[in-house]
């Protein structure tokens, strides 16, 4: 599934890392990109200007595609290959499902793969989520978990515990290595790159932003009562029955300094990221439990019966 802007953090990460950037530095976005198909910056398309200068924080803001270019340009797509496989893209996320997907990263081992020829013009896709990145939407919300605690990698369960015949706990590893083995799976991080809290928080902070004033998501969160940080994305598919469709994603955690809650939304067919961003919302609402009348139905019961699968 393809996902657009949400994938800006990880060109960010990537930029950051390999010092192709620094936070101070700023790009000037006129519009259109000088380099490759010459691509335009989204605002171009929509207000015939650039968004002037950008920082890699006020970029990921304002999701400028003119600034991701320019890193993709110097980076170059198995750099940003590379981090994308940190945060478990390209992956299956091992949760208790069969027939999950992994996905695909862009890179020129990827084109090779198919029998195609790699150009700059396919890098500068790549960096701004498009070209052959392909993702599922857990592996979002474990992208986005992974960043926002920091660069721990995070294994998604729907099992919260199982008893044996005598009540005792099974211990987690133990369910895991089983699952692993009836989905063919391993649960180890195949990226053993560690990024640094400096380049964690810049980012996380450029996530703060977009929910602020000047940010895409702003309207939506503007009265939230905690603070979210997140990344809007609006991204082209090809389908069978409809031909292309526009899809809106909003990826996102709360609370921005002490986070408990990752969230990804994909709303298909013609939805915009601000949709996306609204069904976070009403989500992190009923968690929260912040409006009690639309939420009430919600919650979670917890005197479920105990039963035994055998």
């Known amino acids: 599934m393809h ?36 691509p335009v910056c989204w605002y171009y398309t929509e207000y015939h200007r650039g968004h002037g200068n950008v920082n890699v924080k006020t970029a990921l803001q304002k999701s ?10 110097r980076l170059g797509v198995d ?39 790699w150009y700059l013009s396919n890098t500068l896709s ?12 857990i592996q979002m919300a474990r992208y986005i978990s992974i960043l926002a605690n920091g660069g721990n990698w995070v294994t998604p369960t729907l099992i919260k ?21 009836l989905l063919g799976l391993s649960t180890n991080p195949i990226s053993d790159l560690k990024i640094s809290n400096e380049t964690m928080n810049t980012i ?23 603070s979210v940080a997140g990344k809007t994305g609006s991204a082209q598919a090809i ?12 990826v996102g955690f709360t609370p ?3 986070s408990e809650v990752a969230i990804a939304v994909l709303l298909e067919d013609g939805a915009s990221n601000s949709s996306a961003a609204k069904a976070a919302k009403k989500i992190l609402d009923a968690y929260y439990n912040t409006d009690i009348e639309e939420t009430e139905n919600l919650k979670e019961d917890m005197s479920a019966q105990i039963y035994t699968e055998t």
Not at 23 to 33: I, L, M, N
Not at 80 to 104: H, P, R, S, W
Not at 164 to 171: E, L, Q, S, V
Not at 205 to 224: E, I
């Open 239 to 250: 389908t069978q029955e409809k031909g292309e469709i526009t899809n809106g994603w909003f």
């Open 204 to 226: 996380k902070a450029g996530m703060r932003l977009v929910t602020s004033s000047g940010g895409t998501a702003y309207s939506v969160f503007k009265d939230f009562k905690y």
């Open 161 to 181: 515990e199982i008893k044996d015949k005598d009540g005792n706990r099974i211990p987690k590893e133990e369910i895991r290595s089983y699952v692993n083995e």
């Open 79 to 117: 750099t940003i290959a590379k981090y994308a496989e940190f945060y478990g893209l390209g992956q299956k996320t091992g949760i208790e499902l069969t027939g999950e997907t992994a996905g695909t990263v862009a890179s020129t081992a990827e084109a090779e793969k198919r029998g195609e020829q």
């Open 3 to 38: 996902h657009g802007s949400t994938f800006k953090m990880v060109t960010a990460t990537a930029a950051l890392e390999e010092g192709a950037v620094k936070e101070s530095e700023y790009v000037y976005d006129r519009g259109v990109y000088p380099y490759g198909h010459n």
């Open 64 to 73: 400028c595609n003119y600034f991701f270019y320019e890193m993709g340009r």
């Open 256 to 258: 921005y300094n002490n």
């Open 126 to 137: 790549a960096a701004i989520g498009q070209s052959y990145n392909n993702f599922s939407p």
